[in-house]
Structure formats: structure tokens, C-alpha cells
């Protein structure tokens, strides 16, 4: 699929606009009030969701293997989870996740 020049500064510019009209949403209108104690409680989880709506798809859909599921990744998928609850520490997990990713990699090519 190609795009013109046209399309692509329109694409950008609207998701630029819709970033803005989103920020705006909470610093501008409701910036200075406060808020209820469950939207508050809501929010503290949004980073959290954020970092696995971007890996999800590179462990389900990888594009090293052209979007079939691989043993390596879904195997350290899995173990970094196993990490995270046994220790609750993120460093471990994350170098832990990593490890099992590369020991996968070299043991089933």
C-alpha cells in the first residue's frame, strides 16, 4: 500500500490533533479539579496496561518468524511470568525473561 505525501502529512497531522484533543481532555478542562477516588484508582493502572498491549503482539505475532507463533518466544513469555510472581521483583524478571529468551533461542535454534 503506497500513500501519497498528502495522505501521509494528513495522517500526521491528525494524530497529532487527537494526541493534543486527548491531553487537553485531562490538563486543560479538568486539570484543576478533582477528581473521583475510582477514576483516580482507574488511572494508576494505565501505564501498567500499556506495556503489554506493546509486547502481546510481538510474542503472538512475531516478525522474525513472519507472524507465526514461536515456541522461543511464547516459551519465554511464559517464564518471564513465572519470574515476576515468584519474585516480585521487576529487575529479576526482565533479566530473568531475557536469559530464558536466549537459552530458548540457542537450545531449539
Do not use: K
Not at 52 to 79: K, N
Request: glycine share 12%; charged share 10%; no cysteine.
Amino acid at each position: 500500500m503506497s500513500f501519497t505525501t498528502a495522505q501521509i502529512w494528513t495522517i500526521i497531522i491528525g494524530l497529532g490533533l487527537g494526541s493534543y484533543l486527548l491531553r487537553l481532555s485531562f490538563l486543560g478542562i479538568i486539570g484543576n479539579r478533582d477528581l473521583p477516588e475510582w477514576v483516580l484508582r482507574h488511572l494508576r493502572y494505565t501505564a501498567v496496561a500499556g506495556m503489554p498491549g506493546m509486547i502481546t503482539p510481538l510474542i503472538l505475532f512475531p516478525q522474525a518468524t513472519g507472524g507465526s507463533l514461536d515456541a522461543v518466544r511464547l516459551g519465554a513469555a511464559f517464564a518471564t511470568i513465572a519470574i515476576s510472581l515468584w519474585t516480585r521483583n521487576a529487575t529479576l524478571t526482565i533479566f530473568g525473561g531475557a536469559a530464558v529468551l536466549f537459552a530458548l533461542h540457542f537450545a531449539l535454534g
